[in-house]
């Protein structure tokens, strides 16, 4: 149950939502303040009920209480301002924009069984024991005797699908130390530093903070000089693991540890625009009313939202997914997905989910 701060009356404009409304303008509202306040993510900043993560979730904000959630209102009103100034003004000459989508990946778990060490391996074979999981067992067993492959090993598949459709993507590392909340292989292991090193020859790669770098800051300049070590280059993308993101410190801290490009800015619980918009843009610190160079990337949709939030069946996720692509594509913007390798191991609890991906990538992938 959200806390509501939102005494802004929506109402619509040619059919698309409208806030800030002026009588005396050329158009029925003020689009500038409208979009700043989307865009800089005003209600962040204000008192609120958070989830369990300590998150803003998707149903206290503006737009999922009003309905526009699903819309790119920034872009929207920027081609609104467009056509009124073309009116007045026929000579004036803009920059064309295009349609672009970009694939990101997160690597929470690179691998289901293998590289976790004794400890972890036979905590785990206990406890499908106790279970009377013996199924688990035997799968667990097989791929440690190299009979049979990780399920979570898909990353030949992901770059199959990614040289069919030609797709531009960024994998996302989680490198912090094992936790109740940050459980992927240890980067002592020669074998996921290689898998790193290989993904890097044929994709961009980030850090994804971990899960306890929220509370000991310190930790993401630990983890960003792991994966820097491993790729001998710099790192400056990133995206927060289970998109913890507050305003406006995480920020700051990601500008301190020199990330240039974020990749948090979406909701985990719906699809849609947590900003309001399917374009690349700049963090404003309001607290500071400091510009920064920080570029904020907002993604629209995650596997996760429609498996673990929302609870539908693959065919669903996609009646969701390809009307979202579709607004991004009307106002020319950049659709960016969220992925994780897991949720294409085609094994319990994403059994049935495989094809999503390449589903999706079929529609949202330019033509030309």
Known sequence: KGIKYHPI???????????????????????????FYMVSRYEEYLPFACDKLGRFVAENSLAYENGFLNR?????????????????????????NHYHYVSTMDIDNAYAFLEKGIIRTSGALLKSFAKLDFKQIKNRLLVLAKKRRDPYDTYDYIFELHNKFKVKSIFFFL???????????????????SLIKLIADYAVCGIHPSYASNDDPEKIGVEISRLKRVLKREV??????????????????????????????????????RAGICSTFYFYDLDLELATKLAIHPF????????????????????????????????NGTFISLWHNESLSDVNPWKGWKNLYGQMLQRAVPND
């Open 72 to 96: 790119p209102v920034v872009n929207i009103w920027s081609l609104q301002v467009k056509a009124m100034l073309l009116n007045y003004f026929p000579q004036l000459s803009f920059k064309e």
């Open 300 to 331: 629209m949709i995650m596997d996760a939202t429609f498996r673990y939030y929302l609870k539908v069946s693959p065919e669903k996720a996609l009646e969701a997914i390809v009307p979202l692509i579709d607004e991004v594509k009307s106002v």
């Open 236 to 273: 400056t993308k990133s995206r927060q693991h289970f998109l913890r993101l507050g305003f406006p410190i995480t920020y700051r801290r990601l500008i301190s540890y020199d990330i240039k490009d974020d990749y948090t800015m979406g909701f985990a619980q719906q699809p849609g625009f």
């Open 9 to 35: 009356v929506v109402s619509k404009h040619d059919g698309v939502p409208i806030f800030f409304q002026r009588s005396k303008s050329a158009v029925p509202y003020d689009p500038f303040a409208a979009s």
């Open 175 to 193: 490198l912090g130390d094992y936790g109740e909340n940050d459980r992927n292989v240890s980067i002592a292991r020669s074998k996921f530093r």
